[in-house]
């Protein structure tokens, strides 16, 4: 046996010991509860009505002595138990526990009060994409995005702000779905978050990577497509030869 397990039995044992103590302390207190009460009984009973003379005026007559029911008894030990423990309670454990206890408070949906651009839109199948995108007589911005990915929703909101930005251009907005896996591999996206950039006299013109490492230079290739220019320092020199 190792020192782990030696230090969890040891904890084991200090556990089913203080159980122990607790159960004997709540036996002690109960018997004693029975005693008090059972004493008390027999007290009562010597100075009931029955132990006066019939033409002896007595307060006891006009009112019927009572023995106490024992699930009283028990339940009034119960409660004297249950305050012994809060007693023996730390502050934190008596925190946690009504912390369990107390109701959960009802939380209110809160509202979207935000709305996505009006140049925004969100295709899901070939036939859509091919009517919004292929049909489109300005520049259009493709996302290819999932749900579940991370990096995805790392760059939406600079894709959102990207849009309101660029109110003529078409934003478009493609999830991964199991219905329209086959869009993303027809149009051969190898990663996600993907983009594409279409232009109206060149069709496809930009296939990156938008990741927020890579989404700094999609903004850059973006603005010079809209503005209709190139900077000199964003083409490559291979280019110039």
Not at 14 to 19: A, D, E, Q, S
Not at 27 to 42: A, E, P, R, S, V
Not at 79 to 93: G, H, L, R, V
Not at 145 to 150: D, N
């Amino acid at each position: 046996m190792n020192r782990q397990d030696q230090i969890s039995a040891c904890q084991s044992d200090r556990r089913r010991i203080r159980n122990c103590r607790r159960s004997f302390s709540a036996i002690l207190f109960i018997t004693t509860i029975l005693n008090f009460i059972h004493h008390n009984f027999q007290a009562a009973s010597a100075f009931a009505p029955s132990s006066f003379p019939s033409n002896h005026p007595n307060r006891f007559q006009s009112s019927t002595t009572q023995a106490p029911r024992t699930s009283d008894a028990l339940q009034l030990a119960v409660a004297a138990y249950d305050t012994s423990k809060d007693q023996e309670m730390s502050d934190f454990q008596k925190r946690m526990r009504n912390l369990v206890q107390a109701p959960s408070p009802i939380r209110k949906k809160q509202k979207r009060t935000s709305r996505a651009p009006d140049n925004l839109v969100k295709v899901e199948t070939l036939a859509e994409y091919k009517d919004v995108v292929g049909d489109a007589d300005r520049l259009v911005v493709v996302r290819f995005y999932a749900p579940w990915c991370k990096a995805c929703k790392a760059i939406a909101p600079a894709f959102y702000r990207l849009a309101v930005t660029y109110p003529e251009v078409l934003f478009v907005d493609v999830p991964v779905t199991p219905e329209n896996a086959n869009l993303h591999q027809g149009l051969g996206v190898p990663s996600l978050p993907f983009g594409h950039i279409y232009h109206p006299f060149g069709g496809l013109v930009e296939e990156v990577k938008i990741s927020k490492k890579h989404f700094g230079a999609f903004v850059r290739s973006l603005k010079t497509y809209a503005q209709g220019s190139c900077d000199l320092n964003y083409l490559d020199e291979s280019h110039l030869e």
